[in-house]
T-cell receptor, first 109, second 115 residues
């Protein structure tokens, strides 16, 4: 089993839609989780950290479910500019960041 | 403030040649990371440094790969000899004070093609 697994998508959604991605992780001891965003042929950039209590940043909400070992990202009112690949990130058992292979989102008009 | 700087942005070389990738981290950042990204395997950590000292190189694929950080503002990743399977995008990233809890800032990457 991969340490961090994501559905590669693509998720094709219309503008204004709500879309959610899940990501499962295998290291139950991981204390840090993140979502990074990567535009086509660009570098990854931090979108948001994921806290145990969940956190929200504008249209974006991240949740952590330790019992089921998954994290989620919810995007409300999707914009064309949200089209990108979203990388789920956790820690391996040596506390190094482990990136998922990404979920591709395409928002269409 | 300038972000992480990498050079070259693109590199095309022939199998067997030596390739050197360069990185300048964000000033003041204590950690520097080298990653490789391919479609099949995603983003993989190769090696990381703390205060110029290599901490974990377990991700370096084999002896053909080596990395150095002679000072706080410069690092190199060298592949010698290069092979077609080394074709990938190589990212350098830096973070301020932690390898696991801090934001990592990525450079624009070097797109390497080995023919």
């Amino acid at each position: 089993r991969k340490e961090v697994e994501q559905d590669p998508g693509p998720f094709n959604v219309p503008e204004g839609a709500t879309v959610a991605f899940n990501c499962t992780y295998s290291n139950s001891a991981s204390q840090s989780f993140f979502w990074y965003r990567q535009d086509c042929r660009k570098e990854p950039k931090l979108l948001m950290s994921v806290y145990s209590s969940g956190n929200e940043d504008g249209r974006f909400t991240a949740q952590l479910n330790r019992a089921s070992q998954y994290i989620s990202l919810l995007i409300r009112d999707s914009k064309l500019s949200d089209s990108a690949t979203y990388l789920c990130v956790g820690l391996d058992n040596t506390d190094k960041l482990i990136f998922g292979t990404g979920t591709r989102l395409q928002v269409f008009p | 403030d300038a972000g992480v700087i990498q050079s070259p942005r693109h590199e095309v070389t022939e199998m067997g040649q030596e390739v050197t990738l360069r990185c300048k981290p964000i000033s003041g950042h204590d950690y520097l990371f080298w990653y490789r990204q391919t479609m099949m395997r995603g983003l993989e950590l190769l090696i990381y440094f703390n205060n110029n000292v290599p901490i974990d190189d377990s991700g370096m694929p084999e002896d053909r790969f080596s990395a150095k950080m002679p000072n706080a503002s410069f690092s190199t990743l060298k592949i010698q000899p290069s092979e077609p399977r080394d074709s990938a995008v190589y990212f350098c990233a830096s973070s301020l004070v932690s390898a696991s809890t801090d934001t990592q800032y990525f450079g624009p990457g070097t797109r390497l093609t080995v023919l």
